[in-house]
């Protein structure tokens, strides 16, 4: 059964870091697409940041360019998220994606073939 599931959310002040990962199960990781999407209450889920399955090519929205770096390990069949200069806009549930047989950076939630059931990120002022 095929799976992804993230951790590391946490409450941290304005500023801190986090460290998300998100390790995967009865898929083939290394030919996947992984992404990280995000949803704040009362808003719609967006895209956050991708990464191919070779871990050469990354993608960031622009509100976390510079800030957020996407990284894998496909011996651990892991894929981290690093956070950093966080702010309270940051504050979201925050999701983990795969996109199988999918070998660029996909970043639309339709090419998400398995979602985890997030992990809460919650900054304060």
């Known amino acids: 059964q095929a799976q992804v599931k993230e951790s590391g959310g946490d409450l941290v002040q304005a500023g801190g870091s986090l460290r998300l990962s998100c390790t995967a199960s009865g898929f083939a990781f290394d030919g996947a697409s992984m992404a990280w999407f995000r949803q704040a209450p009362g808003k719609e889920r967006d895209w956050v940041s991708c990464i191919d399955r070779d871990g050469d090519r990354t993608a960031y929205a622009d509100s976390v360019k510079g800030r957020f770096t996407v990284s894998r390990d496909n011996a651990k069949n892991t894929v981290y998220l690093q956070m950093n200069n966080l702010k309270p806009e940051d504050t979201a549930m925050y999701y983990c994606?795969?996109?199988?047989?999918?070998?660029?950076?996909?970043?639309?939630?339709?090419?998400?073939?398995?979602w985890g059931e997030g992990t809460q990120v919650t900054i304060s002022s």
């Open positions: 994606a795969a996109a199988t047989d999918v070998p660029y950076c996909a970043a639309s939630a339709t090419s998400m073939d398995f």
